[in-house]
């Protein structure tokens, strides 16, 4: 059986992995993540990324396929270098042979982020009822299932006190066009509930995010998006900007942090409270 490498967190400013500088202080000093879904410098888990390294973390990002250099160039836009490591979370392979590669730049994991999420084009728009099964099957295993084989993929590198952060929209109401991918979103709830229950003994925290609209790459392919980024601009309490990934990835950040330490199992909105108004 396979070890993982010895903890390499450094006790001066210098990142092991890179040899570049790094903050010693801050909200997340010491912590060692690995972050998904970096796919451009709008992608609210790149906005995870740099908050996490300027609050004193230090990062690992996956990717693959034709995303994988588009994510190397986002790498190199954080404040500090970060390596990316291939995971295409539905092969079995790149899943086994995670740990290794996370142990090799890092030693261990005090944090994940999940933020993955597909829909084939036939599962969104409106085609609700004529969606077939496989295409519906690959929603929910790209954008719930792969929470589970994430954290179980990274289960042994993560030491008690850990947190797993997924990223959410608000699965409580139907929205019209997004269809399977929430109806994935409700699984993706789901699933986050049993692993909290599960990882809770291992003192480990699971907690996702809902962000109401933000326009990123992912959301301006869905359907009818600008019907939805109209609600946020006119509905929400507080003023909402569909800009500005920044109030969701600093709420990613508090999750991360030890600062709620008896928190797993929770959906934290970040939304400008349109969830909880009728306007």
């Known amino acids: 059986m396979s070890t993982a490498a010895p903890d390499t967190r450094a006790e001066d400013g210098a990142d092991p992995s890179t040899g570049a500088a790094r903050p010693t202080g801050g909200l997340l000093a010491g912590k060692r993540l690995l972050v998904t879904g970096v796919l451009s410098d709008t992608s609210i ?5 740099r908050i996490a390294q ?5 990062v690992v990002l996956t990717s693959f396929g034709r995303a994988l250099p588009i994510t190397e160039a986002m790498a190199e836009r954080l404040p500090m270098p970060a390596p990316v490591l ?6 079995r392979g790149d899943l086994d042979t995670l740990r290794d590669a996370v142990a090799g730049h890092l030693g261990g994991l005090d944090g994940v982020v999940h933020s993955i999420a597909f829909a084939p084009r036939s599962a969104l728009g409106g085609a609700f009822l004529d969606t077939s099964w496989p295409d519906a099957a ?7 299932y792969s929470l589970k084989a994430l954290v179980t993929a990274c289960l042994p590198l993560m030491e008690e006190g850990s947190s797993v952060v997924g990223l959410d929209f608000d699965a409580a109401l139907a929205w019209p066009g997004y269809d399977w991918m929430g109806v994935s979103k409700a699984a993706l709830e789901s699933v986050t509930r049993y ?21 990123t790459l992912a959301a301006r392919s869905i359907p009818g998006v600008d019907r939805m980024e109209q609600i946020w601009r006119t509905r929400p309490p507080l003023a909402w900007d569909v800009h500005d990934p920044e109030p969701t990835a600093k709420a990613c950040a508090v999750l991360l942090s030890d600062w709620l330490p008896a928190t797993t199992g929770e959906i934290l909105h970040v939304d400008g409270g349109l969830h909880a108004v009728m306007t």
């Open 54 to 58: 300027q609050e004193g973390a230090r």
């Open 195 to 215: 692993l909290a229950l599960y990882l809770g003994e291992r003192r480990i925290r699971v907690n996702l995010v809902a962000a109401g609209m933000v326009r």
């Open 138 to 144: 690959t929603a929910l295993e790209v954008s719930a």
């Open 45 to 49: 888990a790149f906005h995870v990324a």
């Open 86 to 91: 291939r995971l295409d979370v539905t092969e």
